[in-house]
Every structure is written in C-alpha cells, then in structure tokens.
C-alpha cells in the first residue's frame, strides 16, 4: 500500500529558512499536498503540486518534486515563530483518498 | 458557508457507551472523508462518501463503526461499545469531484471531534 514518510522535527531560528522533507511510494500519486496542523485543531491545506510539475513557488512556500525519487519537500523562507505547527505531507493517486505522513513538528526559537 | 462544521468539538464517553459524531461539509462539496487521527500520528482513512454513497472503507473501521451520509449532505460517525483504544480526534474533511479544476484544491477539514473513552 502507500506509504509516505517524514522526519519527526525541525527546529530552526526566527529567519532562517525552513525545510521539510518527505518521501512516498505510490508511483501513481497525481497530487501532493501540505497541510499544517496547530495544536487542537484541524488541518489546514498550504499548498498542493501536481506531479508532472517539479516547482511550486506560493508568496513564502516553495514546494519542490522529485518525481523519479518520490521525494517532495516544503521550504518556508524567512520562518516566523507563528510557523510553529506540525506540517503533514499528503499524496493522492487515482483513488481520491489522501494518504498522509506522520507529520513533522517544526519549532521556531528566537 | 464557513467551511467544515463538526460537532462537538469534544466528547468524553465511559467505555462501553455509544457516540455518535456530526459532520456538515462546504454545501458544494460532493465527497466527504472522515480520518482519525491519534497522538503523534498523521490522520488516518476510516471511510468516505460521494454524495449519499459510501464508497470506501478501510479496515480500521471495525463493525463497531457505522457512518451515514443519508441524504448527501451532513454525515453521522457512530462508535458503539466505546473501546479505550477509539480515543483519538475524529476528522471530517470535504472535496468537491464536480469540476475538474478543483480536483486539485485539495480536501478541507474540519476541526474535529476529539473522543476520550474512560
């Protein structure tokens, strides 16, 4: 079945840049999304790539696709302490159902 | 519309007891997920609806669980014989299959329904 990885935490200083990785199996994946998760609620959607693109660039997120690798990764510039959240990875094949990671939990010091 | 309603926010239940959970997805959205989602861990499919039709379910969803979605609207996640292990938040999310471009919208969630079973 898919399978989509991601490393547990991040922690970077206020400014610097910010990169999440992750890593899916399912060749058949057409979307690939981001959603960011604060404490007690629920998700919210960032941004999505569609697999034939290899870059994503939206205001302070670039999202960028290796598709022969099945490696997708979220970079936010200039990080702000209210970045703080867990950061789901999703990806969706011809199925309709999103199949997510378990999250990394980036921090934000000052 | 303000996006995915569901109801209650919170609900603490003695094990061996019945819940049951509401969901009100955006009106225009024709499919709707539920997930759950425990400590530590990324959401997890349970089932999902397009219109009143339950096309998918995962093995999570033991016979214990039951969801409805009668008349493709709002749709009900029941648990019955409430075990400690069902403890996690129940989320509900929503998409819209009509148009093609919206295909890649992504799903819109809701904020949950956190269960703790004692």
């Known amino acids: 079945g898919e399978d989509v990885e991601q490393s547990l935490f991040l922690s970077v200083r206020e400014g610097d840049s910010s990169v999440i990785n992750c890593t899916y199996t399912?060749?058949?994946?057409?979307?690939l999304y981001w959603y960011k998760q604060e404490p007690g609620a629920g998700l919210q959607l960032l941004t999505y790539?569609?697999?034939?693109?290899d870059m994503k660039q939206d205001q302070r997120l670039t999202v960028l696709l290796n598709k022969k690798d099945k490696h997708l990764s979220l970079r936010i510039a200039d990080t702000q302490t209210g970045d703080s959240a867990i950061y789901f990875c999703?990806?969706?094949?011809?199925?309709?159902?999103?199949?997510f990671g378990r999250g990394t939990s980036l921090i934000v010091h000052p | 519309d303000t996006g995915v309603s569901q109801d209650p926010r919170h609900k603490i239940t003695k094990r061996g007891q019945n819940v049951t959970f509401r969901c009100d997805p955006i009106?225009?959205?024709?499919?709707l997920y539920w997930y759950r989602q425990t400590l530590g861990q990324g959401p997890e499919f349970l089932t999902y609806?397009?219109?009143?039709?339950?096309?998918?379910k995962s093995r999570l969803l033991s016979d214990r669980f039951s969801a409805e979605r009668p008349k493709g609207s709002f749709s009900t996640l029941e648990i019955q014989r409430t075990e400690q292990g069902d403890s996690a938040m129940y989320l509900c999310?929503?998409?819209?299959?009509?148009?093609?471009?919206?295909?890649?919208?992504?799903?819109?969630f809701g904020s949950g329904t956190r269960l703790t079973v004692v």
């Open positions: 999310a929503s998409s819209d299959s009509t148009t093609g471009g919206s295909l890649s919208y992504g799903y819109t």
């Open positions: 399912d060749s058949s994946s057409t979307y």
């Open positions: 790539i569609f697999s034939n693109m």
């Open positions: 999703a990806e969706r094949g011809g199925s309709y159902i999103p199949t």
């Open positions: 009106s225009e959205h024709n499919r």
């Open positions: 609806f397009q219109n009143e039709a339950q096309l998918e």
